[in-house]
């Protein structure tokens, strides 16, 4: 179980060891999902599911129309069928997740419970998952 786990110091703590600068953070809530939001990029989301698992995911390409993602999943199938095969060393299931609803593709993965207990790798499955939304965004285009 993950309920002894205060999720906004572990975020605070995480991004200041990543290098963002403390003053740019503001004060997380524990108790609902936590957003980092980004230039650019698209925003991250950390929050506690009804188990007390810890989810970190991301919405690529929110502004396209079902239809319009649903081509390009058709075309990318390959690239993200074999990326999604790859194993996830921070994923509880050793995998992320992909997931097509109403309003957008969601790259997501369930937090092994190994990376919550330590600001610092908790950190890498920040930035390890940053880099995942590149890459999905990347074979998206």
């Known amino acids: 179980m993950n309920n002894n786990i205060d999720l906004a110091d572990l975020v605070r703590k995480a ?27 698209p925003s991250i989301f950390i929050s ?5 698992e810890i989810w970190v995911w991301s919405s690529l390409m929110p502004l396209l129309t079902e239809p319009e993602r649903e081509t390009l999943l058709e075309r990318s199938a390959s690239l993200i069928k074999e990326k999604l095969e790859a194993e996830c060393d921070f994923s509880a299931t050793k995998k992320l997740e992909l997931d097509n609803d109403e309003d957008a593709i969601h790259l997501k993965v369930k937090v092994d419970p190994d990376y919550l207990h330590d600001h610092e790798k908790f950190s890498n499955v920040l930035t390890g998952f940053f880099e995942e939304i590149e890459t999905y965004s990347e074979m998206l285009r």
Do not use: M, P, V, W
Request: with cysteine; glycine share 4%.
């Open 15 to 41: 991004l200041i060891s990543c290098g963002c600068n403390e003053n740019l953070l503001q004060n997380f809530d524990a108790h609902s999902t936590i957003q980092l939001e980004f230039d650019e990029k």
């Open 48 to 52: 506690r599911d009804d188990e007390d």
